[in-house]
């Protein structure tokens, strides 16, 4: 990946499977990692991080699974520095067809002190022994110095030069605690790049966090200083702020041109739909006025405005609602829509459903078209992505009948199918919902913390789909689940529901000490 030939082009290494994973509540199951790394692969992502290999067995099927699927990124797998993590990696990626290892290691005094307790000696032989590792497995090699931005300089260098001679083909400078601005990260990379005297061996890349709201242009700093490879994530997903979003770095370099004369090669006509997916199988919402995938990202309410876009839509769009990828609405789908109709809309929309899914998805489209006068593009991605999301789940939503009112008792009667056998309970509350979430309490043990409770509408009118996005806590474990129906109370249903599936999921899971890399 050194070509010089390709000196100008930006690697985009996509690492929502892995670190934006680790955010609290954003677990995928492996079927999600599987679309979500398909998407990632077909839009043109360079690499994709699939996951931790050692840090549970779900983790290494994970790795294992999209190395069988991906047919043109290079899939990559993270390690510590330890010789059990590097050949867990290496087993995981043997199927890839262009694998990676990214290993890394902490380099700042107080990680050093503090979490490795090591001498900075002891660290500068570790980068060595695990990068020849790491390079007797594959030729492909990345080394991270983790909390990079606040390493002493000359040891960073020296610690760069020793993985580059090792062979490193990758150094990745993370800003772990988002700690760094973007000038002073543009001259971090200019002094390693000027002092490391084998610098030339390898790409420079960036993997910032976004807890002072800079991750992006300390991302884009660094590639003006030689930097080509950035870390990033589909919505800015990951842990604490989150990490630098892929679409934002993605739209910067193809809209500024002028000034970041680069060339990434990413389909960004699929930008909104990847953010779609991501948004769905983590059941973490987009804010509305995200940048290039928000809600509000092209719309337009202040009268001033309106006219300018009437006149000319270049006086307030610095690029079209076309160029990520999203479509107007439309409202040509009905109850009278046949299988032809409805299979064309989901190719239109991205969609590839085997045939027994695309049957149940028609069938749920009909009835939804029964319930709703105008279905559309967005009502039909909501209950598209709510079955595939629910398609494994071991706890399913049946029936609801719910009694409510300013006479009360606010009763529920709830019956689910767990693992194959039907359960009905009822159950009173303090309104609709928490008698709901009562009688699906009385069928799964469990002691999980309500932590939020979010609804919002698909799309516009009192008949639109109910989203609904819950969040629970369990002894540390936090999951996010999500469910969509006409029924409100029907939508938060399925949305607890999939928050327990996740739950019980994330119990099996064990995950190593220091697991926070970058």
Known sequence: MTNSSDKDHVYIFDTTMRDGEQSPGASMTLGEKLQVAEVLDEMGVDIIEAGFP???????????????IVKNAVVCGLARAGQKDIDRAADALKHAKRPRIHSFLSTSPVHM???????????????????????????????????????????LCHCVEAAIKAGATTINIPDTVGYTVPEEYFQLITMLRERVPNSDKAIFSTHCHNDLGMAVANSLAAVNAGARQVECTINGLGERAGNAALEEIVMAIKTRSDVL??????????????????????????????????????????GI????????????????????????????????????????KLEELGYDLGENAFQDAFQRFKDLADKKKHVY??????????????????????????IAGTGGPQKATMTLEIDGRHVTKEATGDGPVDATFNAIQAMIDHSARLQLYQVSAVTEGTDAQAEVSVRLEEDGKTVTGRGTDTDTMVASAKAYVSALNKLMVKRMKTKPEALAVS
Do not use: C
């Not at 050692?54 to 069988?68: L, R, W, Y």
């Not at 000319?312 to 299988?339: D, Q």
């Open 113 to 155: 002190k503090y979490k490795l307790q090591m001498e900075p000696e002891e660290v500068y032989e570790a980068v060595i022994s695990s990068v020849t590792r790491a390079r007797g497995h594959t030729d492909d090699v990345e080394w991270s110095p983790e909390d990079g931005t606040r390493t002493e300089h000359d040891f």
């Open 54 to 68: 050692i840090a549970s067995n779900g983790d290494f099927e994970a790795v294992s699974e999209v190395s069988k």
């Open 377 to 402: 593009d967005e009502d039909i991605e909501a209950l598209v992505d709510d079955q595939m999301a629910h398609a494994d789940d071991n706890i399913k939503v049946v029936a609801l009948t719910v």
């Open 305 to 344: 405005h309106q006219d300018g876009m009437l006149k000319n839509a270049e006086t307030y769009e610095i690029m079209t609602p076309e160029s990520v990828g999203l479509k107007e609405t439309s409202l040509v789908m009905g109850k009278h829509s046949g299988r032809h109709a409805f299979r064309a």
């Open 261 to 302: 004369p680069y060339d990434v090669g990413v389909n960004t006509e699929m930008l909104t739909r990847a953010s779609k997916l991501v948004s769905n199988v983590t059941a973490f919402p987009v804010q509305y006025n995200k940048a290039i995938v928000g809600k509000n990202a092209f719309a337009h309410e202040s």
